[in-house]
């Protein structure tokens, strides 16, 4: 197991609601990335910060939004939520902006948007 | 921009048979290469990744894959299945950067054994 931890680990949510998910990442670990994975799909990037800046965002709308904390912990919020949004929802850290290192991924908040 | 294809969504094997999960990439420039495997209602955990080095790799649990420029294909093999390894398997790329560790995955291969 990575040292990559999510919660909650299930959410059932209301179209409209908001939502907020929350990643800590792995010791000595300084980037964090967000994955949406819809059922039978692949994940798809939604946003990666680094040192607390968002350096790097996927197709998503401004309703996808987050924060890095001094921690390296992380948190996604997603407003006025549609049914679409309903997917498993994976971060995933590593040590540097880019480079080699590998991504160590948590095991996801599954997100059902009723 | 980089992109992954995965050949089939579902492969079936008899346990002791070879593996062969298929993937092809598209990438403006050198890639890094990954298999990821997501077991039910898990996250993704790493199998293998080309970095540039050796094109064949080995990974976990008896893993390996071989990076072949001119076929641009990074496909996964193991020689004998394990009724362990059913799971869903992802082929990923990312760009080479110093500033971004964006990766864009297939659609991923479901992977069956038969006993």
């Known amino acids: 197991e990575t040292g990559v931890t999510q919660s909650p680990t299930h959410l059932i949510k209301t179209r409209g609601q908001q939502v907020t998910l929350r990643c800590s990442s792995q010791s000595g670990h300084n980037t964090v990335s967000w994955y949406q994975q819809a059922l039978g799909q692949g994940p798809q990037f939604i946003f990666q910060?680094?040192?607390?800046?968002?350096?790097g965002r996927g197709n998503f709308p401004p309703r996808f939004s987050g924060l890095q904390f001094p921690n390296y912990s992380s948190e996604l919020n997603v407003n006025a939520l549609e049914l679409d949004d309903s997917a498993l929802y994976l971060c995933?850290?590593?040590?540097?902006?880019?480079?080699?290192?590998?991504?160590?991924f948590g095991p996801g908040t599954r997100l059902t948007v009723t | 921009a980089q992109s992954v294809t995965q050949l089939g969504s579902h492969v079936s094997v008899s346990e002791g048979a070879l593996v062969l999960l298929r993937c092809n990439y598209s990438?403006?420039?050198?890639?890094?290469l990954f298999w990821y495997v997501q077991y039910p209602n898990q996250g993704l955990q790493l199998l293998l990744k080309?970095?540039?080095?050796?094109?064949l790799v080995k990974g976990i649990n008896g893993f390996e894959a071989e990076f072949k420029k001119s076929e641009t294909s990074f496909h996964l093999t193991k020689p004998s299945a394990h009724m362990s390894d059913a799971a869903e398997y992802f082929c990923?790329?990312?760009?080479?950067?110093?500033?971004?560790?964006?990766?864009?995955f297939g659609k991923g291969i479901t992977l069956s054994v038969r006993p």
């Open positions: 910060y680094y040192r607390e800046e968002e350096n």
């Open positions: 080309y970095t540039s080095a050796a094109t």
């Open positions: 990923a790329v990312r760009r080479l950067s110093l500033f971004g560790s964006k990766l864009t």
């Open positions: 995933a850290t590593k040590e540097g902006a880019g480079g080699p290192y590998e991504q160590y």
């Open positions: 990438s403006s420039v050198p890639p890094y």
